[in-house]
T-cell receptor, first 114, second 113 residues
Framework: NAGVTQTPKFQVLKTGQSMTLQCAQD?????MSWYRQDPGMGLRLIHYSVGAGITDQGEVPNGYNVSRSTTEDFPLRLLSAAPSQTSVYFC?????????????FGEGSRLTVL | TQLLEQSPQFLSIQEGENLTVYCNSS?????LQWYRQEPGEGPVLLVTVVTGGEVKKLKRLTFQFGDARKDSSLHITAAQPGDTGLYLCAGGYYGGATNKLIFGTGTLLAVQP
């Protein structure tokens, strides 16, 4: 059972570089989201989507873009990486579109920006 | 602004001890979830509470939602090494166009054998 799959698991970037974190789910969930996790700050919502073609900003969207062309995929793009974006990123999905149902998380992508 | 504060931030106890983790806010939440996260993995849902004053038990874990739906607690009885992990509360929050889950700051629990 794949669930939510994130790639890559680890990535090192230089300041100013761009990259895309991939997220795919095979549970036919409408709701997908990206969180970043930093020590002592829990999980903070970056962007979310309630279905294909629909995205919206969360608590900390600056410096990140998302798109949702299919139900399965929800990539997160870093436009010009900064050291402040060093973090562990989690993709999560949920059935329904309320955004407050049970979240199913991927294993995370650890990003270091030098 | 962090809507949900958890305490303590760190907790190291011996096997067999009891403990309580708190999740507090000045905001009202429609529901409150608790997740546990192990190293190198994503969080996994333990429980959801939706009614003020609600108490749910999951084996040795007892979860309570405050009467005013602004706070919650997690009590573990006779902790075991397998309980070690990061515990996160998450509140269902009506903000903007859609509802969101807002996560707390986390409590890192280490249970020593």
């Amino acid at each position: 059972n794949a669930g939510v799959t994130q790639t890559p698991k680890f990535q090192v970037l230089k300041t100013g570089q761009s990259m895309t974190l991939q997220c795919a789910q095979d549970m036919n969930h409408e709701y997908m989201s990206w969180y970043r996790q930093d020590p002592g700050m829990g999980l903070r919502l970056i962007h979310y989507s309630v279905g294909a073609g629909i995205t919206d900003q969360g608590e900390v969207p600056n410096g990140y873009n998302v798109s949702r062309s299919t139900t399965e995929d929800f990539p997160l793009r870093l436009l010009s990486a900064a050291p402040s974006q060093t973090s562990v990123y989690f993709c999560a999905s949920s059935s329904g579109t309320s955004g407050t149902g049970e979240l199913f998380f991927g294993e995370g992508s650890r990003l270091t920006v030098l | 602004t962090q809507l949900l504060e958890q305490s303590p931030q760190f907790l190291s106890i011996q096997e067999g001890e009891n403990l309580t983790v708190y999740c507090n806010s000045s905001s009202v939440f429609s529901s409150l979830q608790w997740y546990r996260q192990e190293p190198g993995e994503g969080p996994v849902l333990l429980v959801t509470v939706v009614t003020g004053g609600e108490v749910k038990k999951l084996k040795r874990l007892t979860f309570q939602f405050g009467d005013a739906r602004k706070d919650s607690s997690l009590h573990i009885t006779a902790a075991q090494p397998g309980d070690t992990g990061l515990y996160l509360c998450a509140g269902g929050y009506y903000g903007g166009a859609t509802n969101k889950l807002i996560f707390g700051t986390g409590t890192l629990l280490a249970v020593q054998p």
